[in-house]
């Protein structure tokens, strides 16, 4: 993974913050196999060192291993951006991402962003493992 101009690492890891998110809702984004979406959304219930057990709305639970994060939204987060900058984020399998950065982990990235897709815009508040990510680029918001 290339990571360019962006902020110091935040001594927090995947498995830390995701501890933080428990009884957290989160959302199923996309999935190009055919599988039931609305089924994969829940309630965070149990996070280990390598996945997280997802509560879904109709109460089967779920294990997803933390390479799937990225695939999810965590619309009940309030981000507390204590950084300035924007980040551009190329992936292995999910595209490109960009969005103000929220933080920088030792192996996940958090950023918000703005899904224009729809009909409506969806703010996103998006987890990638760094192991997803070929390459990161930051700069400062307002260009400075």
């Given at each position: ?5 962006c902020p ?13 998110l428990?009884n957290k ?17 829940g ?19 779920i294990?997803?291993?933390?390479s ?7 619309p ?15 992936t292995?399998?999910?595209?490109e991402f ?5 933080r920088?982990?030792?192996?996940f990235?958090e950023?918000t962003?703005?899904?224009?897709s729809g009909e ?6 998006l ?14 918001e307002?260009?400075?």
């Amino acid at each position: 993974m290339k990571i360019i101009a962006c902020p110091a690492t935040r001594k927090i890891t995947l498995q830390q913050r995701l501890t933080q998110l428990q009884n957290k809702f989160i959302v199923f984004l996309a999935d190009n196999r055919g599988r039931d979406l609305v089924n994969q959304n829940g309630l965070i219930r149990e996070v280990n060192e390598s996945s997280l057990v997802v509560q879904a709305e109709n109460g089967r639970l779920i294990r997803h291993n933390f390479s799937d994060i990225g695939k999810y939204d965590f619309p009940d987060l309030v981000p507390n951006r204590e950084l300035n900058f924007l980040a551009f984020i190329k992936t292995k399998n999910q595209g490109e991402f960009n969005g103000p950065l929220v933080r920088i982990g030792t192996d996940f990235i958090e950023i918000t962003g703005v899904d224009n897709s729809g009909e409506q815009p969806i703010d996103l508040t998006l987890i990638i493992p760094r192991r997803e990510i070929i390459r990161i680029e930051c700069e400062r918001e307002g260009g400075e």
